[in-house]
């Protein structure tokens, strides 16, 4: 059984930075790849950022790019997506997901979800 825990989420005024974590515990985690979703209050889910595992190709939303960076730590099953110049407009629940299939996940339908972490940016 794969759970995947986020953490690193908080309060933080514009133009700060936080960097999320998502660590996945298995014996049989190995996804194709894992990314990053945001739900803003009253939004539709949003992907944010994506990144395969074995050669670490990455995609990020227009909304985030130039800000956000997703990257992975494969020896630690872990993937964190660093957010710089926080705006008002990214507070939100942050999720993280793994899968198999890159096009899957980027459209919200990964084998994995975590719990979420809440970001919540002040201006």
């Known amino acids: 059984q794969v759970q995947l825990v986020e953490s690193g989420g908080g309060l933080v005024q514009a133009g700060g930075s936080l960097r999320l974590s998502c660590a996945a515990s298995?014996?049989?985690?190995?996804?194709?790849?894992m990314g990053w979703f945001r739900r803003a209050p009253g939004k539709e889910r949003e992907f944010v950022a994506s990144i395969t595992r074995s050669v670490g190709n990455t995609y990020i939303a227009d909304s985030v790019k130039g800000r956000f960076t997703i990257s992975t730590d494969n020896a630690k099953n872990t993937w964190y997506l660093q957010m710089n110049n926080l705006k008002s407009e990214d507070t939100a629940d942050y999720y993280c997901?793994?899968?198999?299939?890159?096009?899957?996940?980027?459209?919200?339908?990964?084998?994995?979800w975590g719990q979420g972490t809440q970001v919540t940016v002040s201006s």
């Open positions: 298995g014996r049989t985690f190995n996804p194709y790849a």
């Open positions: 997901a793994a899968g198999s299939w890159i096009s899957r996940l980027q459209r919200g339908e990964p084998n994995y």
